[in-house]
Every structure is written in structure tokens, then in C-alpha cells.
Nanobody
Framework: QVQLVESGGGLVEPGGSLRLSCSAAASIVRRYSMGWYRQAPGKQHELVATIHNTGSTNYADSVKGRFTISKDNAENTVYLQMNSLKAEDTAVYYC?????????WGRGSQVTVSS
């Protein structure tokens, strides 16, 4: 079983910033793609950002230019830096990884953007 542990969510005003962290085993962080989904109330989940084992990244159009995904192999952690947050970014954010054994998700971290 793959364990992903998220942290860093919370309440922020529009225009503010938050950083999410996702910790996993070293073998996961270094070998496989990792990223973030989000799910807002009443909506389907959306793939927000992915970082591949090569270091290449992909982003949803809705977050391009505002969010940055990165990883620190020494810390076995993937980060999602979220800037210029908008009310529509409010959602539960789930860390995920795609391995040969399947796709695994963390428990989720709530991000609320509100004044």
C-alpha cells in the first residue's frame, strides 16, 4: 500500500498564497509521477498538476501561471505552490501518484479561498 501524507491547506484571502506538501516513500517520489487533484463541492475532480520522474510538469489551464509543482528528492516531498488564489480554487486537494501497481491518493487537504 502506498501512503501519501498531505499538509499545508487552510483558509486564505483571494490573491493570497498557500503551499501544499505531500510526503511519500523515497522510492515513490523518485521513480513515479506525482501530482495533485482537486474536488470542489458538487463538481468532478480535476487534475491540477503533475510532476514526472524526469522533472517535467503539466498543469491544468485553470492554474497555469499561478501554481507551481516541484519536488525535493532529499526530503521525499512534492510541493504545490499556489499563488494569486481565487475563490474558484476552493476545493479539497488530493496528492496522487501513478505507479505500475495503480494510482494512489492521499486523504486530502482542504483549501478555502474567501474574504
Amino acid at each position: 500500500q502506498v501512503q501519501l501524507v498531505e499538509s499545508g491547506g487552510g483558509l486564505v484571502e483571494p490573491g493570497g498564497s498557500l503551499r501544499l506538501s505531500c510526503s511519500a516513500a523515497a522510492s515513490i517520489v523518485r521513480r513515479y509521477s506525482m501530482g495533485w487533484y482537486r474536488q470542489a463541492p458538487g463538481k468532478q475532480h480535476e487534475l491540477v498538476a503533475t510532476i514526472h520522474n524526469t522533472g517535467s510538469t503539466n498543469y491544468a489551464d485553470s492554474v497555469k501561471g499561478r501554481f507551481t509543482i516541484s519536488k525535493d528528492n532529499a526530503e521525499n516531498t512534492v510541493y504545490l505552490q499556489m499563488n494569486s488564489l481565487k475563490a474558484e480554487d476552493t476545493a479539497v486537494y488530493y496528492c496522487y501518484t501513478n505507479t505500475p501497481g495503480g494510482e494512489f491518493w492521499g486523504r486530502g487537504s482542504q483549501v478555502t479561498v474567501s474574504s
